[in-house]
């Protein structure tokens, strides 16, 4: 299938909105180009994959997406308007989520106290800006306490919602951190190789969760994975980066089959 070239939604036939747009990106660390040039879309509703040898510049790219990095040029827009001026501290209110590929918990705090966390990061500018008036604040807080419950049943967690976050396994904790971000009600969810340290059977619910959060949630997600059968088997595209450039856009089975992919992979181990 042709990938649409120009901004817009709904005009061809078979076209998606594109909730996310990334235009000409490059970044630079020194003499390092990390991103050169990137360009590709996310359509709202979808699992994207971004695969890539490692030093490909995934990680840069969720970087820029959190504003964590200044890019050099180009442009990232999100429901069309540019990222350009937001801080990190914006990231979440505007509706970007993100986990890490080491889990990130505050470690002497309940699990359901670290979900509460992300609840509040949606609710934070409404709490900061309005003048704070304590039954406001109270229905707040409970809001906040049964979005962090409904969110931990839905990732299967239900039941530890009391324990210290360190007394978890690592894809519990995982899974913790992946609650945290599904609190905030993101619009689109970043993930970096949350298949990384699992086993078999760990990779298999993880996947059938990430299907749910994009058909239950409805939110769109990009996902940075090497589990390749994982990575794959959910996408409903995968983007190829290969020393900073994109080298492939496309549904998974057109990446199978793409020589340039097959080379940028060969001789690489991941
Ligand atoms: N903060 C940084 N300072 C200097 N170089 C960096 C920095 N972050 C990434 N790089 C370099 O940019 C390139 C892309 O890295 P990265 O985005 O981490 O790749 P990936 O996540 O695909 O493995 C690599 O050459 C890496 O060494
Ligand atoms: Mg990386």
Redesign the pocket.
């Known amino acids: 299938m042709p990938r649409r070239g120009d901004g817009s939604a709904g005009a061809a036939v078979g076209a998606r909105p594109r909730l996310l747009q990334i235009e000409n990106l490059t970044?630079r660390?020194?003499g390092?180009v990390?991103?050169q040039d990137v360009s590709f879309a996310v359509e709202r509703d979808r699992i994207t994959g971004l695969i890539?040898?490692?030093?490909?510049?995934?990680?840069?790219?969720?970087?820029c997406l959190s504003r964590l990095?200044q890019p050099e040029r180009g442009d990232i827009r999100l429901n069309g308007r540019s990222l350009a001026r937001s801080s990190p501290a914006d990231i979440a209110a505007l509706g970007i989520g993100r986990t890490f590929q080491a889990p990130a918990l505050f470690a002497s705090m309940s699990v359901l106290d670290n979900v509460k966390i992300g609840a509040h990061a949606r609710g934070q500018s409404g709490l900061l800006t309005d003048a704070v008036t304590l039954p406001f604040w109270r229905r707040e807080e409970r809001d906040f306490e049964a979005d962090a419950r409904a969110t931990l049943s839905f990732v299967g967690l239900a039941d530890v919602a009391a324990r210290p976050a360190t007394s978890l396994s690592l894809g519990a904790r995982k899974r913790v951190e992946l609650a945290r971000a599904l609190a905030a009600k993101p619009l689109l969810l970043l993930l970096?190789e949350p298949a990384g340290g699992l086993n078999h059977d760990e990779v298999a619910d993880l996947g059938n969760l990430i299907r749910s959060i994009r058909d239950e949630l409805h939110i769109t997600v990009l996902l940075?994975e090497h589990h390749m059968g994982l990575v794959m088997g959910l996408s409903d595209q995968v983007v190829v980066?290969n020393f900073?450039r994109v080298i492939a856009d496309g549904p998974p089975a057109e990446i199978r089959e793409n020589a340039a992919v097959a080379e940028a992979y060969l001789g690489t181990r991941h």
Do not use: E, S
Request: aromatic share 14%; glycine share 22%.
């Open positions: 970044v660390f020194g390092i990390a991103l890539g040898p490692n030093g490909a510049g995934k990680t840069t790219l969720f970087n990095y970096d940075v980066l900073g």
